[in-house]
């Protein structure tokens, strides 16, 4: 390693350094890629193996769909891969649809990202409307997901009618009323209820425990009820004055500065321990968010969870999903068939009964699974009853091309204001800083 | 390259009668041998330099060409040229000199301890040790560990909310840092771990070192009286100055590419933007974040051309100073 004594003087020195700086930053540029091969081919006996790539919890499992198609189809085999976090999903969904590789058969796409992906995806995704009956779902989904051609890329999931879930219990302990019905009257004023009926509870609340786990939350169900949101009809970015966004900027700030939440970003590993210890007293809850808090929570708080009407009168929708099937695939028609299964009324309804998350096809509202439907884990809330009136209710949002990335990135600053005591001056400068770059 | 033949560079045959016959092939066979001499060199190392080419200097001009367009992660087939202004852009983003600061904290605190404890660890296993392969070997363990492992381990170390370096803490009554979280305590966290990882790998680059010191430097020191200290300072330090120097280098240019550690810190969204403030935000987790999550593929390409121009800066800063070094070691 002696390099100065072998001879060859700074000339050569320089040029091996030089090297080295340059391939070190090539390799740089190359690096992270990593390549999901799967194995679509149709063997030899004429079986397929489907593969569905999605995020979070879209419940199939649960509901054991995978295995039902499976035995309704002998020679189809359905492979689920789930990515935990949406926004680590979608940057690979996107690089995957650049190189046409490591793509599934069948691909999840959140709400936030629709409008991006028909705007500049579409050519590479199957015309959906030539297998599903588009007037099957509610008027505003399916609209989502159709481009300028007319063609649907997307058939959908779920729809994110928003309740609020709550703990009973720490409510009693609390002094406050407890029952479903007293709690949606003590916020049936809107949001400032809300946070009214959470300096109530701080006062007496048990020791280590906080009204809400996170303002950003509150923020986005805030948002979610407005039709206007981040962009206008004419698809320019309007969230630096539009009006939803301040509303739920100034209650998140409200909350964080009362100390009401305890400041935990959604999905991340310190909200799920802080479900699992039971710290939290309300969630605010779209209906995919039953799932999540039963199944990180765990069997120590069943039926000590309750859900009960959103605050406010107008309803909100926060998040919803949509299956794609890319043109690229080796068996587009077997995922398109898979596709028209899995997002019709039985199958939604299904899912619906495993994990809470509620169906956006209409059909499924009629089915007496859906309607009468109840959750033991949340001591048997009629959550049929409560999203279904919530879910007739929600206005047709305008969608924008980066609303999932202004979501997160106002999220990002509304927990720093929570966490790290950031002025809300000064958060909100460096979000929209942020969100100025995303835009770009 | 043959070497026993003994007409290379040997003179032309003698003149003679048959000398015009049998000039033509003989001429031929020279130039052939120049040819061979001077054309072979360059046809082993090529394989390098094509590899090179393909995998290193195309991307890295392709990336040169990326940086002045307009290139979007939503429709890379349409690019616009735009001149200069990916870079102006990410030069007026404060973003990116906290990363630049960040990248330069890390590289300082997690680089200088390392190489000290390195040099001391090597001094160390430079003795006469019984089992000494075996502790070679061990101190290179960590290196041998993949950078996603070591910080996911790390990560459950620092974890604020029941880690194992809070629960350590606690019966010292300070439990409660959020080590991700906070402003020093998160690049300390992260400096751990590169620590941890490089550590022995320098050891190694040392011990090698100190081997090829003449034994009789120290022979002649301990007559004269020296200690072991006074040893480590006068004849291991000075004839290891130009390995220091190296080592330097190669922990710059790694500090300078560090990203594995920071991403997985906390992983997740916070961990792709260095933080939740950006408070352990390096230069390439800017890159990532400003190519693959926001989709902007431009500036992306920029940062990464500004981290060439930095790291050249930095190489030439380090080339004077050891030519100032050596002439004052002189």
Redesign the interface.
Known sequence: ?????TGGG?GR??AA????????????????SSDDSSSDAKDSNGNITLTVADFGQFGYKEAGLFAQYHKLHPNITVKENTTA?E??YY?KL??QL?TSSGLSDVQGIEVGRIK?VV???AAKFADLSKTINVSDWVSWKEKQATASDGSVIGAGTDIGPMSLCYRSDLFKAAGLPSDRDSVAKAVAGGWEDYLKLGEKFKAKAPKGTYFMDSASAMYNAVVGSSAEQYYDASGKAIYKNSPAVQQGWNLAAEAASKKLTEGL?Q????WT?ALRKGTVATVACPAWMAGQISTNAGDAYKGKWDIARAPGTSAANWGGSFLAVPKSGKNVKAATDLVKWLTSPAQQAAVFKAIGVFPSNKGAYDLASVKNATLPYFNNAPIGQIYADEAKAIPEAVLGAKDG?IK?TIS?QI??ME??G?KPAKAWK?AT??ID??I? | MATTTPTRGAPTPPPGGVGAVSKEPSVWRTRLWRLDDKASPYAYIAPFFLIFGAFGLYPMLYTGWIAMHRVEMTSLSQSEWVGWDNFAKILQDSEFWTAVTNTFVIGVISTVPQLLMALGLAHLLNYKLRASTFWRTVILTPYATSVATAALVFALVFRADGGLLNWVLHFVGIGNTDWGNGEWSSKFAISAIVIWRWTGYNTLIYLAAMQAVPTDLYEAASIDGATRWQQFRKVTIPSLRPTILFTIVISTIGSMQLFGEPLLLQGGTLGSTGGSEHQYETLSIYLFNYGWKLGHLGPAAAVAWAMLVLLLLIALINLIVGRVLRKSAA
């Open positions: 390693m002696r390099i100065t004594r700074h020195r320089a350094l030089t090297t080295t700086v340059l391939t070190a930053s090539a390799l740089l540029l190359t690096g992270c976090n926004q680590d940057p996107l690089q650049n991006e705007d500049t995806q970003p999905f991340t590993d310190a321990a990335t997160d990002t927990n720093n966490q790290r950031t460096a800083d942020s770059k995303v770009g």
